[in-house]
T-cell receptor, first 113, second 112 residues
Framework: DAMVIQNPRYQVTQFGKPVTLSCSQT?????MYWYQQKSSQAPKLLFH???????NEADTPDNFQSRRPNTSFCFLDIRSPGLGDAAMYLC????????????FGDGTRLSIL | QKEVEQNSGPLSVPEGAIASLNCTYS??????FFWYRQYSGKSPELIMF????GDKEDGRFTAQLNKASQYVSLLIRDSQPSDSATYLC????????????FGGGTRVLVKP
């Protein structure tokens, strides 16, 4: 089945220790997104890629970076995680076009010690 | 005013009843509207999408769109306990490509 796969499902890191979350897709979608979702809140878009074109949201902290080495893979790097970065991180993909739905992976739950 | 607003709930409905969820949006130029279901601790799952005014039915779900009044709704018929979840309304404003703006979600509790 075509899908969006996120690894790991759960990640524990120490305060200030860099962490990388990964996302892969077999849908061949050209748009990939990273969201942060905290408890009882809506998903918050951090950035997205249109093919290799990176689009950062204005309020995304510099602490968050992303890489997309090819169509299938996208990474979220958190350079120095703080306690406030503990959240569910969601990767989504879509085809191009405003009428195209986004398909989400299962998410990575990040905890900060 | 939030760009996409939903009543946070919880919306409590008895099993077998109709659950009615509403969502209003502020940008009149919005073009596409999506409903996602999210179980606690899980990721959002697409239920329905709608682009044109009127109703769109898929199984027990019906989405309704009224662009003049800037609201979109979701009806869940014959509600089941497994429908207990948070329902997120998401709006694509069109001008920003594929970007979605999410509402805060409505929590639905279906009681047996």
């Amino acid at each position: 089945d075509a899908m969006v796969i996120q690894n790991p499902r759960y990640q524990v890191t120490q305060f200030g220790k860099p962490v990388t979350l990964s996302c892969s897709q077999t849908l061949n979608h050209n748009v990939m997104y990273w969201y942060q979702q905290k408890s009882s809140q809506a998903p918050k878009l951090l950035f997205h890629y249109y093919d290799k074109d990176f689009n950062n949201e204005a309020d995304t902290p510099d602490n968050f970076q992303s890489r997309r080495p090819n169509t299938s893979f996208c990474f979220l790097d958190i350079r120095s995680p703080g306690l406030g970065d503990a959240a569910m991180y969601l990767c989504a993909t879509s085809s191009e076009g405003s009428d195209q739905p986004q398909h989400f992976g299962d998410g990575t739950r990040l905890s900060i010690l | 005013q939030k760009e996409v607003e939903q009543n946070s709930g919880p919306l409590s409905v008895p099993e077998g009843a109709i659950a009615s969820l509403n969502c209003t949006y502020s940008d009149r130029g919005s073009q596409s509207f999506f409903w996602y279901r999210q179980y606690s601790g899980k990721s959002p799952e697409l239920i329905m999408f709608i682009y044109s005014n009127g109703d769109k039915e898929d199984g027990r779900f019906t989405a309704q769109l009224n662009k003049a009044s800037q609201y979109v709704s979701l009806l869940i018929r014959d509600s089941q306990p497994s429908d207990s979840a948070t329902y997120l309304c998401a709006v694509n404003k069109g001008a920003a490509g594929n970007k979605l703006t999410f509402g805060g979600g409505t929590r639905v509790l279906v009681k047996p």
